[in-house]
């Protein structure tokens, strides 16, 4: 009876294709269409029973297809209609229709009042003054080179986060560097060298580079002084970033598979084309704090003194310390910094890298900026950030925990008509944004899509000005935590200074630890290895190991007064004891 059941659409079809066989003699020729759809659906019903791989279509023939059907377009129907506004998926419909109308110039205005919950737990808003500012111009720039750089930059607040050809399609990075061009802003290359595509338009650019060291690497895959002098003084590129690890994947490597290296992206990382290519999870040219300031140092000289910093999602707590500490030691230091939240985007990561690994942007931002105030470096080193920063209120929230300016990559891949419906790593993208098929990519028509980058990112520099013009403020860096309130339970809020509370400028240099993450984990950490001097549950136990010349006091005795670690010391949350 089951078996009877389990193959009713193929018993019906057989049926079907039969009797319009039969019509098609008897009575009309028309018959034949639909003699040869059902024979067709007969034929797959056979290769159905009779192949191997899949239960499903052997148990039910004909039918059983449609399961394939649905699960390919189950994204697209779950985006149109079945989606709540508010879902995030990663991103919810309500960013997302935020990022098309400001790249689409269309109303980004909400009727009636809003669709939050004021009263939920992590509701959170910008306090607002009696005094609103008029805000003169929405186009705020920061200049970002410390005193080695001899070539600092104009950047503006807000910026293309790095994603590289390869990752993107040709016709997505035209789109953004063009729109990045019209708009007066940067376009980050992502690791994946600088393709002819980044510049055909003339954007600015920074160049990303990771540990495959594409566009600057010698045959073995090792740092190349001089092809890196001879890209990095191309006048287009403003300034160099070493990534150290990106929020999606810390600490986890790729390989481009030997298919996906086409002409172009062999030719835009200077690797061999149709050949496997890794990028090793570390870097070959540093292994420890201080080499890799040295590193810093080089590139800036070999740039002829273009402004060099380091991307980093925050892991272990005692080797960003330790970097800090190796600038203190050898006076180098990056004149910039972004810090990437485990948030961040991928082109495609292991799932439990994209949610278990890495430090969300917030805790992750704080930490390296009160380190800077700390160690009293924080004005000459700028700080940039990204992790789902989408919207104005985004932006001013990421500012006044610390960033100095703020980058998106998913945002500008909306802007250049992203649908999310994530299948970039199957080179399938509907909207042609990450495909490397020239069919595709056709869609992605570069000059429209490039008014969209620079409307996108206008429209949101104009919100911000009007978010910091209600708020009393005159530009994103006069924004402090005391500026943002979250609501942590029913009865309960807190403006983001109580949660993530300031240190004194230099107070590390005095070994004064206000901060319970500091005061046990800052000792740990040393200028010349990553490594800790000794371990986590040493400190934490009271254990800690010899001092250190240049570490301040050692963890004391758990008997001490100051010796109240608790156990979320051993997070990376910069909150207070
Ligand atoms: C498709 C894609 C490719 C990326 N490629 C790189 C890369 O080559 N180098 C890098 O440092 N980060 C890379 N990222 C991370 C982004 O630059 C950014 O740090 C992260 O996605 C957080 O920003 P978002 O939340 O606005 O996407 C990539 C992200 C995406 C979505
Ligand atoms: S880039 Fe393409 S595949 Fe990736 S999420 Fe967007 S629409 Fe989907």
Redesign the pocket.
């Known amino acids: 009876m089951s078996f009877v059941s389990r193959h009713t659409a193929f018993y019906l079809v057989i049926l079907a294709a039969l009797a319009s066989l039969v019509f098609t003699f008897a009575f009309s020729i028309w018959w034949l269409a639909p003699a040869l759809v059902f024979g067709a659906l007969t034929a797959l019903g056979v290769r159905d029973l009779t192949q191997t791989r899949h239960t499903i279509r052997r148990n039910y023939p004909v039918i059983g297809n449609l399961r394939y059907l649905f699960e390919f377009i189950r994204p697209e129907i779950r985006q149109y209609f079945l989606e709540e506004d508010s879902a995030e998926l990663p991103f919810s419909r309500s960013d997302r229709s935020l990022v098309y109308q400001r790249a689409k110039r269309t109303i980004d205005k909400r009727p009636f009042g809003t669709q939050e919950n004021v009263y939920g737990d992590g509701y959170e808003w910008i306090n607002h003054s009696m005094s609103p500012t008029k805000p003169k111009d929405s186009d705020f720039r920061i200049t970002v080179g410390g005193p080695a750089c001899t070539q600092p930059y104009s950047l503006s607040v807000f910026n293309i986060s790095a994603m590289s050809f390869g990752a993107l399609s040709a016709n997505a990075v035209m789109a953004m560097n063009k729109g990045a061009a019209l708009g007066n802003f940067a376009h980050d290359t992502g690791e994946g060298g600088i393709s002819r595509y980044h510049e055909m338009h003339g954007g600015d650019l920074i160049w990303n580079i990771g540990s495959g060291y594409f566009g600057c690497r010698d045959e073995k895959g090792r740092f190349s002084e001089e092809l890196f002098a001879r890209r990095a003084t191309h006048p287009n590129v403003k300034m160099i970033e070493i990534k150290l690890s990106q929020g999606a994947k810390p600490g986890h490597g790729g390989i481009l598979p030997a298919s996906k290296v086409t002409p172009e992206i062999a030719e835009a990382r200077g690797i061999p084309v149709w050949r496997e290519c890794d990028s090793p999870s570390r870097h070959g040219a540093f292994d420890t704090p201080i080499e890799l300031l040295e590193f810093v140092q080089k590139l800036r000289e070999l740039s002829g003194g273009k402004p060099v910093g380091f991307k980093l999602c925050i892991g272990h707590p005692w080797e960003w310390f330790a970097i800090a500490k190796a600038m203190l030691k050898t006076g180098i230091t990056p004149d910039f910094i972004v810090v990437d939240g485990a948030e961040g985007g991928t082109g495609a990561a292991p799932i439990e890298f994209v949610n278990h690994v890495g430090t969300p942007l917030r805790e992750g931002l704080r930490l390296v900026h009160s380190t800077l105030v700390g160690i009293g470096l924080r004005e000459q080193i700028k700080l940039g950030a990204s992790g789902k920063i989408i919207s104005a209120f985004d932006m001013a929230r990421t500012m006044a925990l610390g960033a100095d300016w703020c980058n998106s990559a998913r945002g500008f ?1 909306f802007a250049v008509g ?7 790593h199957t080179d399938k ?3 042609g ?2 495909t490397q098929d020239p069919g595709r990519q056709k869609g992605l028509v570069v000059g429209d899509k490039a008014q969209r980058v620079a409307n996108y990112h206008g429209n949101t520099l104009k919100a911000l000005a009007e978010l910091l013009a209600a708020a009393g403020v005159e530009h994103p860096g006069d924004l402090r935590p005391h500026h943002i309130v979250r609501r942590i339970s029913a009865s309960r809020v807190s403006v983001l200074s109580a949660l993530f509370p300031d240190l004194a400028k230099g107070e590390l240099l005095e070994g004064k630890y206000s901060q319970t993450i500091f005061r046990v984990t800052w000792p740990m950490a040393q200028a010349e290895s990553f490594a800790p001097l000794y371990s986590l549950s040493a400190a934490l136990s009271g254990l800690g190991g010899p001092p250190h010349e240049d570490s301040g006091p050692t963890v004391v005795p758990a008997s001490s007064p100051r010796a109240n670690a608790s156990p979320e010391a051993g997070t990376n949350s910069a909150a207070p004891a």
Request: charged fraction near 0%.
């Open positions: 891949m992203c649908i999310q419906a994530q299948a970039c993208c509907p909207t944004v990450t």
